[in-house]
């Protein structure tokens, strides 16, 4: 949604499609602010830039989700797939570094501190959603 209005009303998949697209970047737009909150009072990062990580964390999922094909990427690596989505689309090293979300490639503190809480706010949203998920299930 942008300004209350639907961004995309139309998918290859159909009307399934484009709910698989509204709960991605609701799920998301969740991680973010969760993230964006894990990082008041934090040094190495601001709460903007722990929004944005948490926001596009997940990001290698969206060529999945709008059905595009990019045959020199392998779809099953979701982390390199958004890493090199942030490469080419010129993010900063550290945005970069969490989107690609391998704790061990992550070479400097901001990039660590960024993943940390990005990946701390997707275990909250992760927890969340089984509680919300368990509760219609009875």
């Not at 059905?67 to 090293?93: C, M, T, V």
Request: include cysteine.
């Amino acid at each position: 949604l942008i300004a209350g209005v639907p961004v995309l009303s139309e998918h290859p998949a159909g009307e399934a499609g484009v709910n698989a697209c509204a709960r991605f970047w609701m799920h998301s737009h969740l991680i973010a602010l969760i993230a964006q909150e894990l990082a008041v009072g934090e040094d190495e990062i601001t709460p903007e830039e722990a929004f944005l990580a948490g926001l596009l964390r997940q990001i290698g999922k969206l060529p999945i989700l709008l059905g595009w094909r990019i045959p020199e990427l392998e779809a099953s690596d979701l982390g390199e797939l958004g890493y090199a989505l942030a490469q080419a689309w010129n993010f900063p090293s550290p945005l970069a570094s969490v989107i690609r979300g391998h704790e061990e490639a992550l070479g400097y503190l901001p990039s660590y501190s960024l993943w940390k809480i990005a990946t701390s706010a997707a275990e909250w949203v992760q927890l969340m959603e089984l509680m919300l998920g368990g509760e219609g299930n009875k």
